[in-house]
Structures are given as C-alpha cells and as structure tokens.
C-alpha cells in the first residue's frame, strides 16, 4: 500500500496558503503554532517526512523560551531507540537567520536546509518540502525493502536493473511527491561521450512515448557536450529548433513541451546514466522545473547514487548466488543420471533383465535427472537461444497440456476449465514443461475433496497493460501452509514416475516451472491459496512482464 508524504509545520503565524496547498495535492499536513500543540503532535502516533521548523516561537508561559529546533531535538532523543524509527529531514525557517544560537541548534540538528523568511515564498517552501521527501525515501532502503527485493529478483541484467529501478521506485516516489510533468532517460556513453539507444523508460507524468528515440538522443547529446553536466541543464528554444525530428515517434506538441525542459544527470555505474527530465506545467501549485532542478540536484541526486549503489551491490550477490545454486542443482542431475545410467549399463552386462519394473523405474529416474540437468545448464549461465520463441496463445497450449496427461491418466472424472486468455512470446516447449508440471501437481490432489465434490481444475488467463497472468485453481482441500512454503524447492513435490515416456523434470516438478518462468521469461510464479475466498482450494499464479507478451 502507497504511503502518504506527510509534513510538520510548527510556527507560530499563519501557514493556511502552505497547508492547503499541499493537501490539494494529497498530503498529510500536521499545523503546530504553539510549543504546546507542537508537543502534542510529536507525541502522537505515526512519523513524519519532513518538519518545516520556526526558531522563534513566541514565549510560552508554562514551557518559557523554546525554540522549534529544541522541540525537534526533543523529538529525536525520545525515538532514537525505536528500531523502526527514521528521521524527519529539517527545514529551519526563520526571520533571524544571522543570530548565532539558532545557526547553531541547526548544525546540532543536522537541518537540510536554513531559509530565511523574508526569501522563501510559499512556492518555494512547497519546493523544497517534497525533494526533501523524496531524499528521505531513499536515504533508507528499509522503507522500500519490498520493492527492493522484487527490482532484484526480477532484473536479469545490469539494464533491467536500471529500467526496474525507475519504473518500481524512483519513478514512483517522483509520481507521488512532485507537482510536475517528468521523465527518466536512460542511456549509455560511447568512448566519444556520445548517448547510445537513449530509451525514456518511464513516463511519469509527461505522456511522452516511452521506449528509444531520436529526439531523447538529441537532447541528451546537446547536454553532455555542451553543458556542465553536474548541473541541471535547460533546453530551451534554439535547441529545439535544432532537433531532427523526421525519424522520430514524438508529434510536434509533445516535442514543443519539451521547451525549457530542465534536464539532471545521475551517472550510474560504467557507462550508464540515468536524466531526469522535468518539463513545465500549467497545472495549479506545480513548482518551477527550473527551482525544483536545483533541489532534486542538491538533495536527490547524490542520495540516488547511493541507494542505487546499494541496490547494484545486491544485485550482483543474488546474480551470484542464483547462478551458484542452479550450477550445483545442475551438475548433480547430470552426474547422478549419468552415474545411474553407468550402473545398469553394468547390470546388463552381467546379463540383467533391464526390463524388470524396478530397473524401469531406475532408468526412467536416471535419465529424468540427467536431461534436468542439460536443461538447467543454459539456464543458469543465460546462455539462451531466439531461435525457438515464437508468440502463441496460451489457451491453445493448455489444451495440448492437457491431452498429453488425459493419454497419460484416467481424467474423466475431473472437469478442467479455461477462462479467458493471453498472448505469450517464448518457446513453446518451455511453456508446455512449466504448464504440465503446474497441472499433474494440481490432478494428483483428485482424491482431496469431499465425497459429494467433483474435482475442478480452473485456469484463468489475462492481460494487462504490463503483464500477462495465467492462474491455476482448484476445489480440493487447502494444502497444508506449513507445505506450501516450500512448494518450489526441489524434489519436495515429486511427480510419481510411471513410465519413460514422461519428460524431464519429474522429481523437480514444481521447481523447474519456477526457474523458467523466473530465470528465463523474468516472470514471477506464486502459490496464492490465501487469496480465495472460500477456504477450500489452491491456487498458484504466473505473472509474465509486459516486454515478454507483444
């Protein structure tokens, strides 16, 4: 659930135009005008993003002479022990900026910044209120520990990376905290400084075409070789009129709202870069792109870098370990099969009956562990080929599904339903693995119904603007929580062999269906029975991004 910025405004004359301002656009404003009511407030439940803090409160008779940086400091030393407790960034606001006590209890404060009254409007405040918000976001990861870990799961490469970083965090801490059209281009520099394959990856709130362009080339080329890119850069009119627009996806309206854009370079890691772009807006209290620049500048840029560092570094030890335990589950399979396969190679020798049931049996496990293993092996090194993707409909699959395991198992008795359906681009042998693994768990829990139930298979399939989703349901009883925890993991939810006729992958069933659709289609695959209503049935859901589906 998105959280609601909130602010704290302790001083002692009227704030209305600030406060309304503000919550026009949707954010909580907390008002303190005395060191009473300010006390009451910081006492109270729930933490704040920034504090726009007086230092000249008028004299309370019960509290004497406190200043708001005292109330603040007060604040902090009651919470600092507090494990979920995060500092509020500080604005200082004051028409006495030069007297030294209140310069300072500021240092001692650590304030983000020192305004002086008779220079800040209320335009400028607001400004400097929501890039400060958007610094405290991300100078904690523990604030979007959950997207944290989803941008890294799902990222296969350092350029996912980047892309999931905007379009899962920074994109939509801009979205909820500034009152401005943006966009976020992402790059990378040639030895020649010049931008290659230039993509607006995101489009915020500027309804520009997203994906390559020339037009964002160009920008980002007059930037970086005719700017200090270290400080926000302005395209403004002659620039425009220099943009060769004939190869390019933008109408003449939208390259015209990029006039007097303001433009902010994150250099990322190697010859990445992230641009900020933010674009003038005729909407009411939206901020000067040019002002809101230099803050974003100031505050948010050096604070991305850091966190996205952070994220990067993470990243890297995920990639590692996945590959590591994909290269072990790999090379066991191989060996064991093989190993297997050498054994009864022995026993025919020593003029064994390999038809016998139990040397089947062994045989079909043998040669089940090691094709697991040619399969995961490209897996885990991304070593994948295009040759076989081709787009199909998922519906048309799961009916091939599910006469390969009516000709296998006597499914009569059980009524299999398909909803909906999707579009899906990848090889067709792969969705039919996953898709038969996901199925035989689902028909082996026939049996776990009441004796006056029908057994019911459902599988839903839809799209949305950015994803595919496939959803497998059941009416059987709820399989036990302590069980589905490890749903995924290998050999925990074998399929029984019957003969060598099965494909690879038996005794990692489930498993395999995961490392396809996470590894390979960068999808996410979950089991989901809490979302039912009813507390009968299971249900297991596949989600593919939307760059997978045409």
């Known amino acids: 659930m998105k959280k609601t910025k909130r602010f704290l405004i302790i001083e002692d004359r009227s704030t209305d135009g600030i ?4 919550e026009s656009r949707g954010f909580l404003v907390d008002v303190a005008g005395t060191v009473k009511k ?34 603040i400091i007060e604040y902090f030393q009651k919470n600092i022990t507090r494990s979920d407790f995060m500092k509020p960034e500080v604005i200082i606001f004051t028409a006495y900026p030069h007297i030294l006590e209140y310069y300072e209890k500021a240092l001692k404060l650590g304030v983000a910044s020192y305004l002086r009254k008779s220079d800040s409007p209320d335009e400028k405040i607001i400004t400097h209120l929501r890039a400060l918000s958007i610094k405290r976001t991300l100078s904690n990861s523990k604030n979007l520990a959950d997207k944290i870990e989803k941008v890294v799961k799902v990222s296969q490469t350092e350029t996912e990376l980047y892309e999931n970083f905007c379009r899962e965090i920074l994109g939509e801490e801009f ?5 401005t059209p943006f966009l976020l281009l992402l790059s990378r520099i040639n030895s020649l400084t010049e931008p290659l394959h230039a993509q ?6 500027a309804n520009l075409p997203f994906g390559e362009d ?3 080339e160009q920008i980002l080329s007059f930037m970086f070789t005719n700017a ?24 003449g309206s939208e390259i015209k709202s990029l006039e007097d854009a303001v433009f902010l370079s994150l250099p990322l890691a190697g010859a990445f870069r992230l641009t900020v772009g933010l674009l003038d807006s005729n909407e009411p209290y939206s901020e000067s792109p040019k002002e809101l620049g230099k803050l ?13 560092s952070e994220i990067i570094a993470r990243w890297h030890r995920n990639d590692s370990e996945r590959k590591t335990t994909i290269d072990k589950m790999a090379t066991f399979c191989q060996k064991v099969g093989q190993e297997q396969l050498f054994i009864l190679e022995n026993a025919a020798l020593a003029g064994e009956n390999l038809e016998n049931p139990t040397y089947r049996t062994i045989r079909a496990l043998a040669e089940d562990l090691y094709q697991t293993g040619r399969l995961l092996e490209p897996i885990s090194n991304k070593n994948y080929s295009s040759e076989n993707l081709e787009i199909f409909q998922m519906t048309e699959l799961l009916k091939v599904a599910w006469e390969e395991l009516s000709s296998e198992y006597k499914l009569n008795n059980i009524n299999f339903f398909i909803e909906g359906d999707c579009e899906i681009k990848g090889a067709k042998e792969d969705f039919l693995l996953i898709t038969l693994r996901i199925l035989n768990w689902f028909v082996r829990r026939k ?7 029908t057994y019911s298979i459902t599988v839903k399939c839809f799209e949305t603007d950015e994803t595919s989703a496939i959803i497998f349901e059941d009416n059987s009883y709820r399989f036990p929580k302590e069980l589905r925890k490890d749903l995924f993991k290998p050999f925990t939810q074998a399929v029984p062999i019957i003969d060598e006729k099965h494909k690879p992958g038996l005794y990692l069933a489930l498993y395999l269906s995961q490392i396809l659709i996470e590894e390979k289609y960068q999808g996410q695959i979950a089991e989901c029975s809490d979302d039912l209503i009813e507390k009968m049935g299971n249900k297991i859901k596949i989600v593919l991004p939307f760059s997978r589906k045409i």
Do not use: H, Q
Not at 175 to 179: D, P, V
Not at 297 to 307: D, E, L, M, R
């Open 19 to 22: 406060r309304m301002k503000l």
């Open 38 to 71: 300010a006390r009451e407030i910081l006492n109270g439940e729930g933490d704040f993003d920034v504090c726009l803090v007086d230092m000249n409160l008028e004299k309370d008779p019960l509290a004497g002479s406190v200043t708001g940086a005292d109330l």
């Open 175 to 179: 979205r909820a905290c500034l009152g």
């Open 200 to 205: 607006n990856c995101l489009g915020g709130t």
């Open 214 to 216: 020339i037009v964002y």
């Open 228 to 251: 200090d890119i270290s400080e926000p850069f302005i395209l403004d009119e002659s620039m425009i009129g220099l943009l060769k627009t004939d190869k390019s996806n933008l109408n």
């Open 296 to 308: 974003l500048n100031k505050y948010v840029n050096p604070t991305a870098i850091a966190f996205l």
């Open 447 to 453: 049996f776990e119904i009441p004796a006056n139930y």
